[in-house]
């Protein structure tokens, strides 16, 4: 791509300087390829040539697919971008300066139900069970196509069961190792924000799920150029955060609940617990908050869902 080398040097600059986890690095890279992949179809071939029109194009055409709080971080991006191409001499001036972010609505996250939650992990595991259970199958004849769709299947189940389990983040999830993975005491080590790190508990389905498919499913997926990372993509490389991501909207559509993001996978979780009797900051220390004040969002839900309960059972309410 045209300013492949303007990009590397705005990532290369935040990672020292900013401090920045690899995985928000990488998201940064994600988001900062786009636009400029964006500017290069609409013909531009300097940067100091973009100007505010053309950014606000691009983010009429980002608002399309992505949620308001989505689209809000690409822009910060955006906008931190140029200003490191401003600042190192690249550009002139800031076209991104004036761009403003929209408006986040405070609106409650929408999550799954305790029973919705269930139906999508059952929903992701029934494949599985019918894989295991299938002596008769194509890849007993050396099928290498439907022995890769196995392994998919055996992936998505993990990656689903282990979300709802822990509640980590979904860029959390991806980042993981092999070695990050403790079977003894159940327990993951996670790369959360600023680098911190964290150990999350995790239940007995998700420890079967997550067995099945590094037994089953990922040993078909490796490649020699494979990584220790604990997912992997169709082609053997360390899954990323989106191709994640349409993993869970996809198990979700499957079951027939609610569409739900990897984050409102979390919100589900972080409610779950509350609802089944812990502790706050406990759940400050598993979602890796730094703030009780972020994980006190997730009682308004838990509220709102006592109040529904309440209005359908209570004879007066």
Do not use: C
Request: net charge neutral; charged share 25%; glycine share 6%.
């Amino acid at each position: 791509m045209r300013f492949d080398a303007e990009r590397d040097r705005f990532l290369g600059y935040v990672r020292v300087n900013d401090g920045l986890s690899l995985n928000t690095v990488k998201s940064y890279g994600e988001d900062a390829t786009e636009l400029l992949h964006i500017l290069e179809l609409r013909g531009v071939e300097d940067l100091s040539t973009v100007t505010l029109a053309d950014l606000r194009l691009w983010v009429s055409h980002e608002s399309q697919g992505h949620a308001r709080s989505t689209l809000a971080r690409k822009i910060v991006v955006v906008r931190r971008f140029f200003a490191f191409l401003q600042d190192q001499g690249i550009i002139p001036t800031n076209p991104a300066a004036e761009l403003i972010t929209p408006k986040q609505s405070h609106e409650l996250p929408r999550i799954l139900t305790a029973t919705q939650a269930t139906q999508m992990m059952e929903s992701a595991e029934h494949p599985v069970h019918e894989l295991l259970s299938d002596t008769s199958s194509k890849e007993r004849k050396g099928d290498a196509g439907a022995s890769k769709q196995a392994a998919l299947e055996f992936r998505d189940a993990a990656l689903v069961e282990l979300l709802y389990a822990t509640g980590v983040r979904i860029s959390e999830l991806v980042g993981l190792d092999i070695a990050d993975i403790d079977f003894s005491r159940r327990t993951l080590r996670v790369l959360g924000k600023g680098n911190k790190q964290r150990v999350v508990p995790f239940g007995a389905p998700a420890e079967i799920a997550l067995e099945r498919w590094l037994e089953h499913g990922r040993p078909q997926l490796l490649v020699r150029a494979s990584s220790d990372a604990v997912f992997l993509g169709a082609r053997g490389g360390r899954l990323g955060v989106r191709q994640a991501s349409d993993v869970v909207h996809r198990e979700a559509r499957k079951a027939g609940v609610p569409d739900i993001s990897p984050h409102s996978l979390r919100h589900s979780a972080a409610t779950h617990m509350l609802d089944g009797g812990a502790d706050l900051r406990e759940v400050q220390e598993l979602l890796g908050h730094a703030s009780l004040n972020t994980t006190q969002r997730y009682t308004h839900v838990s509220i709102e869902q006592l109040r529904h309960r309440y209005d359908q059972a209570f004879p007066r309410a």
